[in-house]
């Protein structure tokens, strides 16, 4: 049985599901301060793992070591740019199958998995073509 949510944590849960996509801490802060329901940069951050340890919230490291919030609702797969940082999401699951194996053999209770594919997209590699020196 879950723990009563705090007030900061319910605040953040309605934010997530109001914006329907991910945000970083800071973007929910400022978020949160634009709906006058301003609440501290480190409560925002507490709450967010707060609601992460319980399986609510998944976050999501991008280019640049910043974490993306947004509900647990789906399994998240990308392909994500190292140059540019963008992200293109993949709509097939090829490890589902693997994830019940794991809950059954581990007895681990698994919220969601992601799965990233890190790289160049077309756009970095024609950029990148085109400036490399002709030898």
């Known amino acids: 049985m879950k723990a009563s949510r705090t007030r900061s944590q319910e605040r953040i849960i309605s934010i997530l599901k109001n914006i329907n996509r991910a945000i970083s801490a800071q973007d929910l802060f400022v978020e949160l301060r634009n709906r006058d329901q301003a609440m501290g940069l480190a409560t925002v951050y507490r709450a967010l793992e707060a609601l992460k340890l319980e399986g609510a919230v998944q976050a999501?490291?991008?280019?640049?070591?910043?974490s993306?919030?947004?509900?647990?609702?789906?399994d998240k797969h990308h392909l994500t740019c190292l140059q540019c940082?963008?992200?293109?999401?993949?709509?097939?699951?090829?490890?589902?199958e693997l994830e019940t194996q794991l809950n059954q053999a581990y007895q681990f209770k698994i919220?969601?998995?992601?799965?990233?594919?890190?790289?160049?997209c077309t756009q970095?590699?024609?950029?990148?073509?085109?400036?490399?020196?002709?030898?």
């Open 60 to 66: 999501r490291t991008v280019a640049g070591g910043e």
């Open 85 to 96: 940082g963008g992200s293109i999401p993949i709509d097939a699951c090829p490890v589902h």
């Open 111 to 120: 919220y969601y998995h992601m799965l990233e594919f890190f790289g160049l």
């Open 68 to 74: 993306l919030y947004s509900l647990v609702q789906e």
């Open 124 to 135: 970095c590699q024609a950029a990148n073509a085109t400036s490399e020196p002709i030898h």
